[in-house]
């Protein structure tokens, strides 16, 4: 399944963005951020236009709680939609799924600039400390306001803590920072 369509949402650069292509495997892997049981009940939605969580149930051998934990948890980042309505004879209601594809770029957005955010918080507090550690496996390393009041003694094993660089942490955050804004 293939679905293309525009959007108006506004990109990380601040511009609009282009269209956005929806496939099988974009769709697996955003499911599989929420688990196996996700990949199921996507995958069975994918092929219908609307579905009970009953139905889901049977045809994916999942449990129906888990079905509808699953689907309620994908309701909640609009990935599937649902149509609520009530049976005549019981009185019950009845929820028929569907995927929303077109939310898609949404969500997807949405976890990039989560990611970028947290990216971009780490790189800031590593740039703005010094760090000091004991070098021994297992061991931390620490700010050097904690070494400090620690009097540069390792907590663990008691031995001297020391300078360490971190340039190498604050350059491979930059480049991921990079690779992400690309996308």
Not at 37 to 57: F, K, P, S, W, Y
Not at 81 to 109: H, M, V
Not at 136 to 151: D, I, N, V
Request: hydrophobic share 40%; proline share 3%; glycine share 4%.
């Amino acid at each position: 399944m293939h679905i293309l369509f525009g959007s108006s949402a506004s990109c990380l650069s601040g511009g609009v963005s282009k269209l956005f292509l929806v496939d099988n495997e974009t769709l697996k892997k955003v499911a599989a951020l929420f688990g196996e049981d996700a990949v199921r009940v996507v995958e069975t939605l994918q092929g219908v236009d609307e579905i009970t969580d009953n139905e889901i149930a049977d045809k994916t051998q999942i449990r129906l709680n888990i079905v509808r934990k699953t689907l309620y948890r994908l309701y909640d980042h609009s990935i599937v939609a649902l149509r609520r309505s009530r049976d005549k004879e019981t009185g019950w209601f009845i929820f028929n799924w569907r995927l929303q594809p077109d939310q898609l770029e949404g969500f997807i957005l949405n976890q990039k600039r989560r990611v970028l955010e947290k990216l971009e918080t780490r790189l800031e507090y590593e740039k703005s400390h010094k760090f000091y550690t004991c070098q021994t496996p297992g061991c931390k390393r620490f700010p050097f306001e904690e070494a400090f009041e620690l009097l540069f003694k390792c907590p663990v094993c008691n031995k001297p803590m020391m300078h360490i660089n971190n340039d190498w942490i604050i350059e491979i955050l930059t480049k991921k920072i990079e690779q992400i804004k690309v996308l």
